[in-house]
C-alpha cells in the first residue's frame, strides 16, 4: 500500500477515534449529572430506556474503540491492509468502506458462510 494511502486512513481512524472518545466523555458526563425526579413513573422509565439504550449504543462504541486502536497499531508496523487469513492485501474500496476490518472480502464471504453453516 502506498505511503499516501497509508496516511489516508491513519488520519481517517485518529479522527474517528477523537470523535468515538468524545462521545464516551459526554456519556459519562451526563450519566454523572444529578438525577432528575419524576414523579410519573412512566416518565422515570422513559428516561431508564433511553439511558439503556445510550449505553447499549456506547458499549459498542467502546468496541470499536478497539478495534481502531488496533488498525492504528497494525499501520505502525506495516501489517494494515493485510488479510489476516490470505494474507494478501485488502482492497482499499474494502479499507475505505471498513479501516478496522482485518479481512479481505473474500475470507470475509467464507467465514461468514462458515459461520451460517454452523448456526453461529
Keep these: ?29 451526563g450519566m ?3 438525577k432528575e425526579n419524576f414523579p410519573d413513573p412512566t416518565d422515570r422509565a422513559s428516561l431508564e430506556s433511553d439511558r439503556n439504550f445510550m449505553l447499549r449504543i456506547r458499549d459498542r462504541e467502546s468496541k470499536l474503540i478497539v478495534k481502531v486502536k488496533k488498525a492504528l497499531a497494525r499501520i505502525e508496523n506495516g501489517t ?27 475470507c470475509k464471504m467464507k467465514e461468514e458462510t462458515l459461520e451460517k453453516a454452523l448456526g453461529l
Excluded at 90 to 100: C, D, G, H, M, Y
Design 32 to 34: 454523572t449529572d444529578p
Design 80 to 106: 494494515f491492509g493485510i488479510c489476516e487469513s490470505c494474507g494478501e492485501e485488502i482492497s482499499f474500496e474494502r479499507l475505505k468502506a471498513r479501516p478496522v476490518t482485518t479481512h479481505c472480502i473474500d
Design 1 to 29: 500500500m502506498k505511503k499516501k494511502e497509508i496516511d489516508f486512513f491513519k488520519e481517517q481512524l485518529n479522527f474517528l477515534l477523537e470523535e468515538l472518545l468524545s462521545q464516551a466523555d459526554e456519556t459519562v458526563t
